[in-house]
C-alpha cells in the first residue's frame, strides 16, 4: 500500500512540474503540524495520505488543462509558484466551475484513496482538496488545510526563501487556511525546513508492506493512462500482450509476472511530458524529441524509489530501446536489453501501433504484422 501511495505521488510530482520529492516533503510537513497541534498518529498519518495523493486526480484533467493554458506541466508549476494565486475570471471558472477542473481533480483522487480503502477520512479529504477556509469550509476535514498551508510552504521556501514564503502565507491567513495553523507553522517552520534538508523526508520512508500488489499497479496504469483519453487502458493492453507473448516464449511463472508488472508501470515518466507535445500530430521538434527520450528515465527514477519493484522498474525502463541501439534514453543495444525488456518493448510498440492517436490513425492486424516484421 505505501509503495502504490509513493507511485502516485511521484505521478503527481511529475505532473504539476514539482520536483519528485516534493510530496513527500509536503506530506513530512503536514504531519509534524498534525503533530503539535495534538492530532494522534492515526490522525498524522491520515495527513500524510492526503499530502501524497493531492495530486492524484491531476492526471485526469490534463487535457482540459492543455486545452485552457498550453502546457499542463509547466502551467501547473508556474501556478502554484504564484502567491497572489490571481487568475482571470474565464480561467477561474474553467477551474472551479460547476464540472470543472477541481471537480474532475477531487472526484479522481477520491476514487483513488477509496480503491486503496485507505481511511474514509483521507478520502472525503481528497475531495475537498482545493476548498479555502473563507468558503464552504463547513464540514472540510482539518487534514485539507494542513496539507494546503504544507505544500505552499514547501514551494514557496524553495522559489522565493524562507521569508517570503512566511509573509505570503501569512497574508492569506483565515482566507486560504485558518490563522492559527499558519501562527503554528511560523513557529516552526525554519526547524522542519533544516530537518528536511537533512533527509528527514526520506529517513521517514518507511514502506506499510512489501510486495506492489498486481491489483495496485492496474490502479497505477490506470492513472497513468488518464493523461491521455486516447491511452485509455493502453497500459493493461501492454501488460496483457506482453504477459501472452512472453508464455509463448516459454518464460517461467516470474518472468511472467516481472513483464506484467512492468507493463503496467512503464508509462509513469510519460506524466512529466506536456500533453500537447504528445497530441502534436507532426514529428516532434528537438526540444519535444529530448523529453520524450526522458520518459524511461523518469520511470525508472519512480520506480526505484520502491524497493519492492526494482526488477520491474528495470524491465520498465528499456521500453523504448531497440536492438540496433537507435532507442532511447540509454541507446542500449544486443544482449543489453534482456528478453524480458525486449517482450515489454515488442508489446508496448505491438499495441501502440493499433492504438488511434492524433495525427496517426490505428493499423489493422495485418499493417500492424507487416510494419513489426520490416
Same mark, same amino acid.
Given at each position: 500500500?505505501?509503495?502504490?501511495?509513493?507511485?502516485?505521488?511521484?505521478?503527481?510530482? %511529475?505532473?504539476?512540474?514539482?520536483?519528485?520529492?516534493?510530496?513527500?516533503?509536503? @506530506?513530512?510537513?503536514?504531519?509534524?503540524?498534525?503533530?503539535?497541534?495534538?492530532?494522534?498518529?492515526? !490522525?498524522?498519518?491520515?495527513?500524510?495520505?492526503?499530502?501524497?495523493?493531492?495530486?492524484?486526480?491531476?492526471?485526469?484533467?490534463?487535457?482540459?488543462?492543455?486545452?485552457?493554458?498550453?502546457?499542463?506541466?509547466?502551467?501547473r508549476r508556474e501556478m502554484l509558484a504564484t502567491s497572489s494565486r490571481s487568475l482571470p475570471a474565464n480561467m477561474l #471558472?474553467?477551474?472551479?466551475?460547476?464540472?470543472?477542473?477541481?471537480?474532475?481533480?477531487?472526484?479522481?483522487?477520491?476514487?483513488?484513496?477509496?480503491?486503496?480503502?485507505?481511511?474514509?477520512?483521507?478520502?472525503?479529504?481528497?475531495?475537498?482538496?482545493?476548498?479555502h477556509c473563507d468558503s464552504h469550509a463547513e464540514g472540510v476535514p482539518l487534514e485539507v488545510f494542513m496539507v494546503a498551508?504544507?505544500?505552499?510552504?514547501?514551494?514557496?521556501?524553495?522559489?522565493?526563501?524562507?521569508?517570503?514564503? =512566511?509573509?505570503?502565507?501569512?497574508? $492569506?491567513?483565515?482566507?486560504?487556511?485558518?490563522?492559527?495553523?499558519?501562527?503554528?507553522?511560523?513557529?516552526?517552520? #525554519?526547524?522542519?525546513?533544516?530537518?528536511?534538508?537533512?533527509?528527514?523526508?526520506?529517513?521517514?520512508?518507511?514502506?506499510?508492506?512489501?510486495?506492489?500488489?498486481?491489483?495496485?499497479?492496474? =490502479?497505477?496504469?490506470?492513472?497513468?493512462?488518464? $493523461? %491521455?483519453?486516447?491511452?485509455?487502458?493502453?497500459?493493461?493492453?501492454?501488460?496483457?500482450?506482453? *504477459?501472452?507473448?512472453?508464455?509463448? %516464449?516459454?518464460?517461467?511463472?516470474?518472468?511472467?509476472? *516481472?513483464?506484467?508488472?512492468? @507493463?503496467?508501470?512503464?508509462?509513469?515518466?510519460?506524466?512529466?511530458?506536456?500533453?500537447?507535445?504528445?497530441? @502534436?500530430?507532426?514529428?516532434?521538434?528537438?526540444?519535444?524529441?529530448?523529453?520524450? *527520450? %526522458?520518459?524511461?528515465?523518469?520511470? @525508472? *527514477?519512480?520506480?526505484?524509489?520502491?524497493?519492492?519493484?526494482?526488477?520491474?522498474?528495470?524491465?520498465?525502463?528499456?521500453?523504448?530501446?531497440?536492438?540496433?541501439?537507435?532507442?532511447?534514453?540509454?541507446?542500449?543495444?544486443?544482449?543489453?536489453?534482456?528478453?524480458?525488456?525486449?517482450?515489454?518493448?515488442?508489446?508496448?510498440?505491438?499495441?501502440?501501433? !493499433?492504438?488511434?492517436?492524433?495525427?496517426?490513425?490505428?493499423?489493422?492486424?495485418? !499493417?500492424?504484422?507487416a510494419r513489426m516484421q520490416a
Open positions: 500500500m505505501g509503495d502504490a501511495v509513493r507511485a502516485l505521488a511521484f505521478i503527481g510530482d %511529475l505532473s504539476m512540474g514539482q520536483p519528485v520529492d516534493h510530496s513527500l516533503r509536503t @506530506a513530512w510537513i503536514a504531519s509534524r503540524l498534525a503533530a503539535v497541534l495534538g492530532r494522534d498518529t492515526a !490522525q498524522q498519518r491520515h495527513c500524510h495520505d492526503v499530502a501524497l495523493l493531492r495530486w492524484s486526480g491531476c492526471t485526469a484533467n490534463a487535457p482540459d488543462v492543455s486545452d485552457l493554458i498550453g502546457d499542463d506541466v509547466n502551467g #471558472a474553467a477551474i472551479d466551475g460547476a464540472g470543472g477542473l477541481t471537480a474532475i481533480h477531487c472526484e479522481v483522487s477520491g476514487d483513488v484513496a477509496r480503491t486503496l480503502g485507505l481511511a474514509p477520512v483521507v478520502e472525503h479529504a481528497l475531495r475537498h482538496i482545493f476548498e498551508v504544507a505544500g505552499d510552504l514547501e514551494i514557496f521556501s524553495r522559489v522565493y526563501g524562507i521569508s517570503r514564503a =512566511l509573509a505570503f502565507i501569512a497574508a $492569506k491567513a483565515d482566507v486560504y487556511y485558518p490563522v492559527a495553523l499558519v501562527d503554528m507553522l511560523r513557529q516552526h517552520a #525554519a526547524d522542519w525546513l533544516h530537518s528536511l534538508e537533512q533527509g528527514a523526508a526520506a529517513s521517514d520512508l518507511a514502506a506499510d508492506t512489501a510486495g506492489g500488489a498486481t491489483a495496485l499497479l492496474e =490502479l497505477i496504469a490506470d492513472v497513468i493512462d488518464l $493523461k %491521455l483519453p486516447w491511452l485509455t487502458g493502453f497500459s493493461r493492453k501492454v501488460a496483457s500482450t506482453a *504477459r501472452q507473448c512472453g508464455a509463448a %516464449l516459454g518464460l517461467d511463472d516470474q518472468a511472467l509476472q *516481472r513483464i506484467y508488472r512492468a @507493463a503496467l508501470i512503464h508509462g509513469i515518466g510519460r506524466a512529466s511530458v506536456p500533453n500537447n507535445i504528445w497530441d @502534436a500530430a507532426g514529428p516532434p521538434g528537438e526540444g519535444a524529441a529530448e523529453q520524450l *527520450r %526522458l520518459v524511461p528515465y523518469w520511470t @525508472a *527514477r519512480a520506480v526505484r524509489r520502491i524497493g519492492s519493484l526494482s526488477a520491474e522498474a528495470e524491465i520498465a525502463s528499456f521500453v523504448d530501446e531497440r536492438l540496433d541501439g537507435s532507442g532511447f534514453f540509454r541507446g542500449a543495444s544486443g544482449a543489453a536489453i534482456s528478453l524480458e525488456a525486449q517482450v515489454l518493448a515488442a508489446a508496448a510498440h505491438w499495441v501502440l501501433l !493499433q492504438t488511434s492517436r492524433p495525427g496517426r490513425p490505428a493499423l489493422d492486424l495485418a !499493417q500492424v504484422t
